[in-house]
């Protein structure tokens, strides 16, 4: 009797030991801000990617998606801790992250030594994809596809002479601000001021009396994250330089911004002129199927940002380099770097020999309108 | 006013309250919901109406959630005789606040818009939101009251004899725990009000208060740990400095400025920009 029994737990621990090891897994790690100011980047990453694995609970390629969240803190040190940590424990294939460009760069060094792929979603800093990582992928536009634009339409289209550029002090806020501002004086537009500030900085009614004291200004690129931006534009229609409050001046901005800031912002948005990649409104099929299962999962009157979308479509990409035969990180980088016209809710994905997304066929204009709905622009 | 309230709190029991920062993200938040749910939803109250209901909503969240934390956690650890420990206890009620906020909340940020900040008044080139200038008419008005309270009443002065010497005044007749209960409440009810007062100024989330609380304790150094006039007059100046900054140097440069006027202050005169006389027990 004793004897069967030992045979029966033998054969039970052997049945359990062949499914794990048959069981096939790719292991991702995401990095995202879950505490701290930056914590709503979590948030709505998290429902994204949470919709994308929903959808693809079934499998891919007979892979299972495993997903550890970790919390890096848009912060360069926490980050750095996520993700020795996320290596050590979880043994990532690849790691989602970070939002922050500080907390991006910070980790990428890492990744690169541990041979994982990083896949950023969020960050702009132009040196994630210009330090040479072999192992950094970024659907996110950086700074110079965001700012170049915008620094085109600020003097062709806006013929505007004279710039304020308005910029957080960070990674992502420099190369945003420098971005803008070398096209736009190569073209032969004048950089009155460049006036950065901290992520603390909750008034800004002293800039925009200083702003206002410059003389005539047509353009204010803005780079900041959506709370200061609100508090901006409103300090800035009170200082009567934007059109939101009888100025002249327009203030543009870059898809940092998610939807809905027009509302938050109120009147002093109108006329706010940005850039966008995530549009809801787009009528590609992948966008309204997102939408629709983003409503479906969270409410229909909830509408998806394009940190929602981003991050979703961060998962749908390592679920494509699967389908196609991936099976570990080195498989994974070689499928990623092969990509061309992958499309996913947030645009086309190819992605150029240092691991950027070249393809930016779906960034478009926009412009608050004074019932702050937004209107397509045509440029 | 933050600066205020910490002062307020080292003068009488000479501990920093680093739980401070979150009780002002509290007021915020009750002066939010009180004024956009509450208030307007349920009383029927105009925008104006609903924002100053949302003040005293603030002051009494502020008062009545430091009292019980004053109940719960900081009278029993003094009562053991540390100095260390409710020091402690105050970041562990910092990081039991924010992240029951957190919880409670979400962390995106909530728009509070006041009836005040759309108004603008101007002088010459100068403006001024009505937001701005509610801010300061509003603080003045409590730095008055607090000052009469302090200076003229029978409480205010059995508050400053505890602040002076704790057992002396306790031999006279005060009771010095029922006082440092008063004056955990007033700071914390400051706090709650500077919360109403700053929802609509600051990124609502709840983070919002850590955004001022350094600046309040530059303050609070700069006029001398402990001294109201002090802070009152630090608090001014560094208003003042922070606005050439930006006009002058560049707005990045404020923490700098600041900071460095803060560490010439440490070294230079220590005792804050108002010296309080002491005197030496006997």
Same mark, same amino acid.
């Given at each position: 009797?004793?004897?069967?029994? %030992?045979?029966? $737990?033998?054969?039970?621990?052997?049945?359990?030991?062949?499914?794990?090891?048959?069981?096939?897994?790719?292991?991702?790690?995401?990095?995202?801000?879950?505490?701290?100011?930056?914590?709503?980047?979590?948030?709505?990453?998290?429902?994204?990617?949470?919709?994308?694995?929903?959808?693809?609970?079934?499998?891919?390629?007979?892979?299972?998606?495993?997903?550890?969240?970790?919390?890096?803190?848009?912060?360069?040190?926490?980050?750095?801790?996520?993700? %020795?940590?996320?290596?050590?424990?979880?043994?990532?294939?690849?790691? $989602?992250?970070?939002?922050?460009?500080?907390?991006?760069?910070?980790?990428?060094?890492?990744?690169?030594?541990?041979?994982?792929?990083?896949?950023?979603?969020?960050?702009?800093?132009?040196?994630?994809?210009?330090?040479?990582?072999?192992?950094?992928?970024?659907?996110?536009?950086?700074?110079?596809?965001?700012?170049?634009?915008?620094?085109?339409?600020?003097?062709? %289209?806006?013929?505007?002479?004279?710039?304020?550029?308005?910029?957080?002090?960070?990674?992502?806020?420099?190369?945003?601000?420098?971005?803008?501002?070398?096209? !736009?004086?190569?073209?032969?537009?004048?950089?009155? *001021?460049?006036?950065?500030?901290?992520?603390?900085?909750?008034?800004?009614?002293?800039?925009?009396?200083?702003?206002?004291?410059?003389?005539?200004?047509?353009?204010?690129?803005? !780079?900041?994250?959506?709370?200061?931006?609100?508090?901006? *534009?409103?300090?800035?229609?009170?200082?009567?330089?934007?059109?939101?409050?009888?100025?002249?001046?327009?203030?543009?901005?870059? @898809?940092?911004?998610?939807?809905?800031?027009?509302?938050?912002?109120?009147?002093?948005?109108?006329?706010?002129?940005?850039?966008?990649?995530?549009?809801?409104?787009?009528?590609?099929?992948?966008?309204?199927?997102?939408?629709?299962?983003?409503?479906?999962?969270?409410?229909?009157?909830?509408?998806?940002?394009?940190?929602?979308?981003?991050?979703?479509?961060?998962?749908?990409?390592?679920?494509?380099?699967?389908?196609?035969?991936?099976?570990?990180?080195?498989?994974?980088?070689?499928?990623?770097?092969? !990509?061309?016209?992958?499309?996913?809710?947030?645009?086309?994905?190819?992605?150029?020999?240092?691991?950027?997304?070249?393809?930016?066929?779906? @960034?478009?204009?926009?412009?608050?309108?004074?019932?702050?709905?937004?209107?397509?622009?045509?440029? | 006013?933050?600066?205020?309230?910490?002062?307020?709190?080292?003068?009488?029991?000479?501990?920093?309250?680093?739980?401070?920062?979150?009780?002002?993200?509290?007021? +915020?938040?009750? +002066?939010?919901?009180?004024?956009?749910?509450?208030?307007?939803?349920?009383?029927?109250?105009?925008?104006?109406?609903?924002?100053?209901?949302?003040?005293?909503?603030?002051?009494?969240?502020?008062?009545?959630? #430091?009292?019980?934390?004053?109940?719960?956690?900081?009278?029993?650890?003094?009562?053991?005789?540390?100095?260390?420990?409710?020091?402690?206890?105050?970041?562990?009620?910092?990081?039991?606040?924010?992240?029951?906020?957190?919880?409670?909340?979400?962390?995106?940020?909530?728009?509070?818009?006041?009836?005040?900040?759309?108004?603008?008044?101007?002088?010459?080139?100068?403006?001024?939101?009505?937001?701005?200038?509610?801010?300061?008419?509003?603080?003045?008005?409590? /730095?008055?009251?607090?000052?009469?309270?302090?200076?003229?009443?029978?409480?205010?002065?059995?508050?400053?004899?505890?602040?002076?010497?704790?057992?002396?005044?306790?031999?006279?007749?005060?009771?010095?725990?029922?006082?440092?209960?008063?004056?955990?409440?007033?700071?914390?009810?400051? +706090?709650?009000?500077?919360?109403?007062?700053?929802?609509?100024?600051?990124?609502?989330?709840?983070?919002?208060?850590?955004?001022?609380?350094?600046?309040?304790?530059?303050?609070? /150094?700069?006029?001398?740990? #402990?001294?109201?006039? #002090?802070?009152?007059?630090?608090?001014?100046?560094?208003?003042?400095?922070?606005?050439?900054?930006?006009?002058?140097?560049?707005? #990045?440069?404020?923490?700098?400025?600041?900071?460095?006027?803060?560490?010439?202050?440490?070294?230079?005169?220590?005792?804050?920009?108002?010296?309080?006389?002491?005197?030496?027990?006997?």
């Amino acid at each position: 009797m004793k004897l069967a029994l %030992k045979a029966a $737990i033998l054969a039970f621990a052997c049945a359990i030991s062949a499914a794990q090891a048959q069981e096939k897994v790719i292991r991702i790690g995401v990095l995202t801000p879950i505490s701290g100011p930056g914590s709503y980047f979590g948030v709505m990453g998290r429902e994204g990617i949470d919709l994308a694995l929903e959808q693809l609970k079934g499998g891919v390629n007979g892979y299972h998606l495993q997903v550890q969240y970790e919390d890096s803190a848009c912060s360069p040190l926490q980050a750095t801790n996520a993700v %020795k940590r996320v290596l050590d424990q979880f043994r990532p294939h690849i790691v $989602i992250g970070e939002e922050c460009s500080d907390a991006s760069l910070a980790i990428a060094p890492i990744l690169e030594q541990a041979k994982v792929v990083q896949l950023n979603a969020g960050s702009v800093t132009m040196k994630l994809t210009e330090s040479g990582y072999k192992y950094v992928f970024r659907i996110f536009p950086n700074a110079e596809q965001q700012s170049l634009p915008l620094a085109k339409v600020a003097y062709e %289209k806006l013929k505007a002479r004279a710039a304020v550029i308005l910029y957080e002090k960070t990674n992502a806020g420099n190369d945003n601000a420098d971005g803008f501002e070398k096209p !736009f004086v190569a073209m032969g537009g004048k950089v009155l *001021a460049k006036i950065d500030f901290g992520r603390d900085v909750n008034d800004f009614t002293a800039i925009a009396t200083r702003i206002a004291s410059l003389g005539k200004v047509d353009v204010l690129p803005t !780079f900041a994250l959506e709370g200061q931006q609100v508090r901006l *534009a409103q300090a800035l229609a009170q200082a009567k330089v934007v059109r939101g409050g009888g100025g002249n001046a327009v203030q543009m901005g870059s @898809i940092w911004l998610p939807y809905g800031y027009d509302q938050k912002a109120g009147q002093a948005a109108e006329g706010y002129v940005r850039i966008v990649q995530f549009d809801p409104t787009e009528k590609r099929k992948v966008v309204e199927d997102f939408i629709k299962a983003f409503h479906a999962r969270y409410g229909a009157g909830k509408m998806p940002t394009h940190i929602n979308a981003h991050a979703y479509d961060a998962i749908l990409l390592v679920a494509e380099a699967v389908r196609r035969g991936a099976t570990d990180s080195e498989s994974i980088r070689e499928r990623f770097s092969r !990509f061309r016209d992958v499309e996913v809710a947030t645009g086309k994905i190819t992605f150029g020999p240092n691991g950027q997304n070249t393809d930016l066929s779906v @960034i478009h204009f926009v412009e608050t309108q004074k019932d702050l709905s937004w209107k397509g622009l045509d440029w | 006013m933050v600066a205020l309230g910490l002062t307020l709190i080292y003068g009488v029991l000479n501990q920093i309250n680093f739980a401070h920062a979150d009780f002002v993200t509290v007021g +915020a938040f009750t +002066a939010f919901f009180t004024a956009t749910r509450f208030a307007t939803r349920v009383l029927g109250l105009p925008d104006t109406g609903a924002y100053l209901l949302s003040m005293f909503a603030a002051l009494g969240a502020g008062a009545l959630l #430091g009292l019980a934390v004053n109940a719960a956690v900081f009278a029993p650890l003094r009562d053991r005789g540390d100095e260390l420990r409710p020091l402690i206890a105050t970041i562990g009620v910092s990081v039991l606040l924010e992240n029951a906020q957190l919880a409670l909340f979400g962390p995106i940020p909530y728009q509070f818009d006041s009836p005040f900040a759309r108004e603008t008044l101007r002088i010459g080139r100068i403006f001024f939101s009505g937001q701005s200038v509610l801010v300061v008419a509003v603080s003045a008005a409590a /730095i008055a009251a607090l000052y009469g309270f302090m200076r003229f009443t029978f409480l205010g002065k059995a508050l400053r004899a505890v602040a002076q010497d704790r057992e002396t005044a306790g031999l006279m007749g005060i009771n010095p725990n029922l006082l440092i209960a008063l004056t955990i409440v007033i700071a914390t009810a400051l +706090a709650g009000k500077a919360g109403a007062l700053l929802g609509p100024v600051l990124v609502l989330s709840p983070f919002a208060g850590a955004s001022v609380i350094v600046k309040a304790f530059a303050i609070v /150094i700069i006029g001398g740990f #402990g001294n109201m006039q #002090g802070t009152i007059l630090a608090g001014i100046l560094v208003g003042i400095i922070e606005a050439f900054t930006v006009q002058y140097l560049g707005s #990045g440069l404020i923490d700098l400025v600041v900071f460095v006027l803060l560490l010439l202050m440490l070294v230079l005169r220590p005792t804050g920009l108002i010296a309080e006389r002491k005197e030496e027990n006997v």
